[in-house]
């Protein structure tokens, strides 16, 4: 049986939380951290604050008991073993990593610190930042055999987060001394070994007792790199499926025939070869900005990742500028847009290429009628209701009159609406997909001009249907 190592989390945002959760459904001791009153008051009432699929369950499971939310750094250093860093590291107006947050704890840290600790980056941070943690406890008093500073990179995809800590496809354990690995070695025991796996009541996945995750120990710096190395080259996929996307339309081609063609190279892979609207998030826009600039501090030439962001928010323009070859013009026009979220399955709106879409329209002076399933509240903060912007109850009421419909989040939901409902209650029968929800010819067959991304324009079978309805 693996033994309990008590675990300290600094940080209850989607890094933090899932974390906490999850090392407690481990079987581990948790003290959640964090220095806003409001959201630990919020967590020990068992409110999760985000939207993640089993967060609530896990929450419900051990709040108050394996886990403990509290505002007390102090408390949580001495009681545990091992402390994982996992605050905000916003982008700076350089581009570079914002690390004043994980500064601050590690100051705190080292102001009760008085027997040795594992010191985690949790958070997404730069190379070297081991080395500035480490230089922040010694100028603060702390002597250098009390503490080790360890990189434990997360790859955790909002919606799937919890299962993609508790299936991962590997634990990267960046270490420069084997009793700090030995640690994060027995932290991560139950997966490694494959004994989580062997619970009725475990969160299913894709690992397995006979297939369990592997462990790769590395040092600092390597693990520190493969997290930004890992995000530029998934956002890289992104936008290069998005440039052949521009090149199938110019061509008459099908993107998604080009991507399956291209997936099925096992060098290659089928993932993220999904062209779109562009990605968004927390961490890729991010990530890739503060990559570039820590290679440009080094002296290393990486304008392939300025391509990369180029490319993406010019796919925002792209799918401005085909809602308006579909409708002519754009001012006066009334919109129905269905998703506000970067992405299906969560709440985030942090760079979510529909908030800037929808701003873009309403300062080409449409109208628009938004719905999304769970990130509205969120976006009203944001985007407040009102002049031409307003929030429909559900995508059936953002299309009633609407000049056209536009897809900018893959909801599951989405591809499922009932399109004989959906003709009757827009004004013109337009569909304009930021995601490829739909086959072009089902929506021709039901009546619709569809625009996707990197396929040709579907069109009615009978062009009377495009005419305005009475």
């Not at 570079?96 to 008085?114: F, H, P, Q």
């Not at 922040?136 to 702390?142: Q, S």
Request: glycine share 6%; net charge negative.
């Amino acid at each position: 049986m693996s033994k309990p190592i008590p675990i300290a989390v600094v940080g209850s945002g989607y890094v933090g939380l899932v974390a906490a959760v999850c090392f407690a459904e481990m079987g581990h001791p948790v003290i959640c951290v964090d220095n806003d009153q409001q959201k630990v008051t919020a967590l020990q009432e068992g409110d999760t604050l985000i939207h993640e699929h089993h967060l609530p369950e896990l929450l419900g499971r051990y709040r108050n008991d394996r886990v403990r939310f509290t505002t007390d750094l102090a408390e949580a250093t001495r009681e545990s073993d091992a402390i994982f860093i996992a605050v905000g590291t916003p982008q700076s107006e350089t581009g570079d990593a914002d690390l004043s947050y994980v500064e601050a704890v590690a100051c705190e840290i080292a102001r009760s610190l008085t027997s040795y600790k594992v010191i985690v980056e949790k958070s997404t941070v730069p190379v070297y930042t081991n080395e500035w943690i480490s230089r922040a406890l010694e100028r603060n008093g702390v002597e250098r055999h009390l503490f080790d500073v360890v990189s434990n990179p997360e790859f955790l995809r909002e919606g799937t987060a919890v299962v993609d800590f508790l299936h991962p496809d590997r634990i990267v354990v960046g270490a420069d001394n084997e009793r700090a690995a030995a640690i994060l070695r027995d932290i991560y025991a139950p997966l490694t070994s494959g004994e989580y796996y062997q619970r009725e009541d475990g969160i299913s996945g894709c690992c397995s007792v006979s297939e369990p995750p592997p462990l790769l120990l590395t040092s600092t710096k390597s693990a520190e790199i493969i997290k930004h190395a890992s995000n530029a080259f998934l956002a890289l996929k992104i936008s290069f499926i998005n440039a052949v996307s521009n090149l199938c339309e110019a061509a008459d081609a099908n993107v998604e025939q080009v991507a399956r063609g291209m997936g099925l190279d096992t060098r290659i892979g089928p993932k993220f070869l999904r062209p779109g609207v562009g990605y968004g998030g927390s961490c890729f826009p991010k990530d890739v900005a503060a990559f570039r600039a820590v290679a440009e501090q080094m002296g290393i030439d990486f304008s392939l990742l300025t391509e990369v962001e180029k490319i993406n928010a010019q796919q925002k323009k792209r799918f401005v500028s085909k809602v308006r070859s579909a409708l002519w013009n754009l001012r006066g026009k009334k919109l129905a847009v269905l998703g506000l979220a970067f992405k299906g399955d969560t709440d985030d709106i942090r760079e979510s290429p529909a908030i800037e879409i929808i701003r873009m329209l309403l300062n080409e002076g449409c109208s628009v009628a938004a719905f999304d399933p769970a990130a509205m509240e969120r976006t009203q903060q944001v985007l407040p209701a009102g002049g031409k912007l307003r929030y429909a109850a559900d995508a059936y009421e953002a299309a009633k009159d609407a000049d056209a419909l536009l897809i900018l989040t893959d909801w599951a939901e989405f591809g499922e609406l009932d399109l004989r409902r959906l003709n009757q209650l827009l004004r013109y029968s337009i569909i304009v997909d930021g995601r490829n929800l739909y086959d072009p010819a089902v929506l021709s067959d039901h009546g619709f001009t569809y625009v996707s991304v990197g396929r040709p324009a579907a069109h009615p079978i009978r062009e009377t249907s495009t005419v305005a309805k009475a």
